[in-house]
């Protein structure tokens, strides 16, 4: 029986032993750190995977309760946000916050001024690395009345056509080239129909006016998937009649420059203008 228990006792002390060289040593040791809550929401992309009405019922993604929540959701770190449909059509942008318990979000949408467009709080309901749901309540009157909405964690790339980069800021026209590079002055009446200030807004609607800040048209504008081309749809104010569609060939289209080309006449290509627009701060008028 004594020599049982030397053995336990030696036993006993070996493991203690083991364990406090391994606690120890540094280089063994494996460090999980914990991520916050804005950590976890900027690591991955986000799809809108399914909605529930409050009684747990799934919601069709189209149907007229939710479908304005639905997309591809890219919360990035430096706090500002991009939501595209499923579509990849870009939808809003702007800044994106969470609180350090992680149960509330909060964006705001902006125009391509930084003006504000809306703000929006929503009650998160899961986040991890997996699963985003938060809860919307269509009337602020009614909280028994909600949807929550659920996305999942993607692979899906956020779009680079440039529609993110066309709607975050305004943009003035600063020149004109011809077919063989030489300036146009904008007053010439080859450029002057496409001189101003331009505000491509993240939904999809348009602005511009002239350098004078007067009011010369509006609509929509998209960029092709390539984005090699951007088309304009002017829309009357008054009548919603469809008043030009205009396609061009995008040349440049960065942070700071964007460049198209016009061609005046269809049939004769071998003639046309490189239209110059750089970012700039100028408000939207109203």
Not at 7 to 33: G, H, P, R
Not at 63 to 69: N, R, W
Request: proline share 4%; with cysteine; charged share 20%.
């Amino acid at each position: 029986m004594n020599t049982l228990k030397k053995l336990c006792y030696l036993c006993a002390a070996m493991l203690l032993t083991a364990s406090f060289v391994s606690c120890s040593d540094n280089d063994d040791e494996i460090i999980i750190e914990q991520q916050t809550p804005s950590q976890v929401l900027s690591s991955t992309p986000w799809e809108t995977t399914g909605a529930k009405d409050k009684n747990g019922n799934n919601i069709a993604l189209t149907d007229a309760s939710v479908a304005g929540y639905v997309g591809f959701a890219y919360f990035k770190a430096d706090g500002k946000f991009a939501i595209y449909g499923l579509d990849d059509i870009l939808r809003s942008r702007g800044t994106w916050s969470v609180d350090a318990q992680g149960k509330k979000r909060t964006i705001a949408a902006l125009n391509p001024d930084g003006s504000t467009i809306f703000t929006r709080d929503v009650d998160i309901l899961v986040l991890n690395k997996n699963e985003f749901t938060y809860r919307i309540y269509p009337s602020s009157a009614d909280p028994s009345l909600y949807y929550d909405i659920i996305h999942t964690r993607t692979s899906h790339a956020e779009p680079g056509n440039g529609q993110l980069t066309l709607a975050s800021t305004p943009w003035e026209t600063t020149g004109a080239k011809d077919k063989d590079g030489n300036n146009v002055a904008l007053t010439n009446a080859s450029v002057t129909g496409y001189v101003g200030y331009s505000y491509f807004r993240a939904n999809g609607t348009f602005k511009i006016v002239g350098l004078d800040d007067v009011f010369r048209s509006q609509g929509k504008w998209s960029i092709s998937a390539d984005g090699k081309k951007r088309t304009l749809i002017g829309i009357n104010p008054a009548t919603g009649a469809v008043t030009f569609t205009r396609v061009v060939d995008i040349l440049t289209l960065n942070e700071t420059t964007f460049t198209y080309r016009i061609i005046p006449d269809a049939a004769n290509p071998a003639v046309f203008y490189d239209i110059i627009h750089t970012k700039v701060t100028h408000s939207e008028p109203q």
